[in-house]
């Protein structure tokens, strides 16, 4: 069982940065793939990044990419999202969660989740 619980989201100007961080509980953090998720108001949630379990692979959406970089601290059980030049799109509840696979970009791939925290991005 893992538990996962996010912090770090918050209010932001367009063009301005946040860093998320979600720890885990557990002995086993670094068999399990993090994924971070978003989910605007209306909207299905969606992949955002995801870092196998050394850390050594990471991929993003297209919409994310050059502008957030995901990271892990195995040592500490947390996984990062730094999230820079932010854009009102951006806004959404942010999603930690972690999956047995190598790594994947489907949300139904991911066994555990967090409660996810709330980033919105003011124009």
């Known amino acids: 069982q893992v538990q996962l619980v996010e912090s770090g989201g918050g209010l932001v100007q367009a063009g301005g940065s946040l860093r998320l961080a979600c720890v885990a509980s557990?002995?086993?953090?670094?068999?399990?793939?993090m994924g971070w998720f978003r989910q605007a108001p209306g909207k299905e949630r969606e992949f955002v990044a995801v870092i196998t379990g050394s850390g050594i692979t990471t991929f993003y959406a297209d919409s994310v990419r050059g502008r957030f970089t995901i990271s892990r601290d195995n040592a500490n059980t947390t996984v990062y999202l730094q999230m820079n030049n932010l854009k009102p799109e951006d806004t959404a509840v942010y999603y930690c969660?972690?999956?047995?696979?190598?790594?994947?970009?489907?949300?139904?791939?991911?066994?555990?989740w967090g409660q996810g925290t709330q980033v919105t991005v003011s124009s």
């Open positions: 557990g002995r086993t953090f670094r068999t399990y793939a």
């Open positions: 969660a972690a999956t047995g696979s190598y790594y994947s970009q489907n949300k139904n791939s991911y066994n555990y």
